[in-house]
Structures are given as structure tokens and as C-alpha cells.
T-cell receptor
Framework: EDQVTQSPEALRLQEGESSSLNCSYT??????LFWYRQDPGKGPEFLFT???AGEEKEKERLKATLTKKESFLHITAPKPEDSATYLC??????????FGQGTRLTINP | DAGVIQSPRHEVTEMGQEVTLRCKPI?????LFWYRQTMMRGLELLIY????????DSGMPEDRFSAKMPNASFSTLKIQPSEPRDSAVYFC?????????????FGPGTRLTVL
């Protein structure tokens, strides 16, 4: 069965303190790995899609990387507005996404 | 574009009542998804449609749940009768399959509370 495990469950950082979130997956035939950001009371907001091992994508202070077994979301010099829950999902089959439980990130000023 | 639109945003009902959640996907998108999010189980896919046709409903928890998509711009998720364990946030998402660009865009969700 396809599984997605995110760690840590929660992470508290000081403003400017860089760190990484992990997403480990087991899926037969990965079509894509997605990162979303979710703010309280809102729907998930798309960040990145990664399709093959070795691929990297960047957006502002975020960089996502992919290996054959896991993905990392690196956050460089975060700001309080980066506080959110970050969700990872793998695409199986034609369109189905399987989501991890998320990492709740808090950036203290 | 207005994005995915869901209504109502909040719904409080009593056990046994019928609940209908509504979704308008992004114009031109040919896939529509219904998800449920809870603290215990996270974000789970319930059902998805392609060109208004249900493709996979294996995530629908039981016969009390039903979903329809009568046209390309409207879908409903109905729970009848509702139970307290159905309390959750229900999200609708849509996507456009074009090559490998099949990102799902989510609506703001409907927070359902069944008393």
C-alpha cells in the first residue's frame, strides 16, 4: 500500500533559523510528488511538483528536493509568515494523491 | 479566475439530517475531487470525477455518502443521514490534465459539525 510519512509532526524555529522538513514515501511508480502549504481555516495551497529523483525547485525561501525514497523541503532564513502546515503528497495512478499527515511549522519572531 | 468555490463555508446540523455540500471547480478544469480532512486521518480522497463522470469512489466511507456532478461547473457531496463522526472539513479540488501538469487546486473548504 502506498504510504507517505512526514517528519517532524511539528517544528518550532526562530526567525532566520534554517531547517528542513522530510517526506518519506513508498509508492509503486511515482508519477509526481507535491508540496502544499495550508494556513489555518484555508485549503491547501500548491507550492511545488517534483517528478524525478535529483529534481529541485525553489520559490522564495523554500527549496524542494527529491530522491527515490524521500523529499525534503528546505526553508532558508524563515520569516513568521512562513508559519503554516506543510503537506506532502504522492501521485498514484492517473490523478489520485495520497497525502502525508503534514508538518506544522511555527516561526517565532 | 475566482478559484474553486465551495458553499457553505460552515454547516452545523443535527444527527440524522441531510447535508449537501456544493462545489464550483475552476473553469475549464476536467477533474474534480472531494476530500475530507480530520485531525486523526488527515486529508483523504473520497471520490473524483473526470469530465463529469465518477472515476473512483473507493474512498467514500459508506452508502450514506453520495456525490454527483451534473455539469462541468457544479458538483455536490451529500450525506444522508449525517452522524457526529462525519464532522470534518470537506474540500473540493479541481485540476486540468495537460501533459504532466495536473496540479490540484483546492477550495477553501466546508467545515461540517454534526451534533
Amino acid at each position: 500500500e502506498d504510504q507517505v510519512t512526514q517528519s517532524p509532526e511539528a517544528l518550532r524555529l526562530q526567525e532566520g533559523e534554517s531547517s528542513s522538513l522530510n517526506c518519506s514515501y513508498t509508492v509503486s511508480g511515482l508519477r509526481g510528488l507535491f508540496w502544499y502549504r495550508q494556513d489555518p481555516g484555508k485549503g491547501p495551497e500548491f507550492l511545488f511538483t517534483l517528478y524525478s529523483a535529483g529534481e529541485e525547485k525553489e520559490k522564495e525561501r523554500l527549496k524542494a528536493t527529491l530522491t527515490k525514497k524521500e523529499s525534503f523541503l528546505h526553508i532558508t532564513a524563515p520569516k513568521p509568515e512562513d508559519s503554516a502546515t506543510y503537506l506532502c503528497a504522492v501521485q498514484q495512478g492517473a490523478q489520485k494523491l495520497v497525502f502525508g499527515q503534514g508538518t506544522r511549522l511555527t516561526i517565532n519572531p | 479566475d475566482a478559484g474553486v468555490i465551495q458553499s457553505p463555508r460552515h454547516e452545523v446540523t443535527e444527527m440524522g439530517q441531510e447535508v449537501t455540500l456544493r462545489c464550483k471547480p475552476i473553469s475549464g478544469h476536467d477533474y474534480l475531487f472531494w476530500y475530507r480532512q480530520t485531525m486523526m486521518r488527515g486529508l483523504e480522497l473520497l471520490i473524483y470525477f473526470n469530465n463529469n463522470v465518477p472515476i473512483d469512489d473507493s474512498g467514500m466511507p459508506e452508502d450514506r455518502f453520495s456525490a454527483k456532478m451534473p455539469n462541468a461547473s457544479f458538483s455536490t457531496l451529500k450525506i444522508q443521514p449525517s452522524e457526529p463522526r462525519d464532522s470534518a472539513v470537506y474540500f473540493c479540488a479541481s485540476s486540468l490534465q495537460f501533459g504532466t501538469t495536473d496540479t490540484q487546486y483546492f477550495g477553501p473548504g466546508t467545515r461540517l459539525t454534526v451534533l
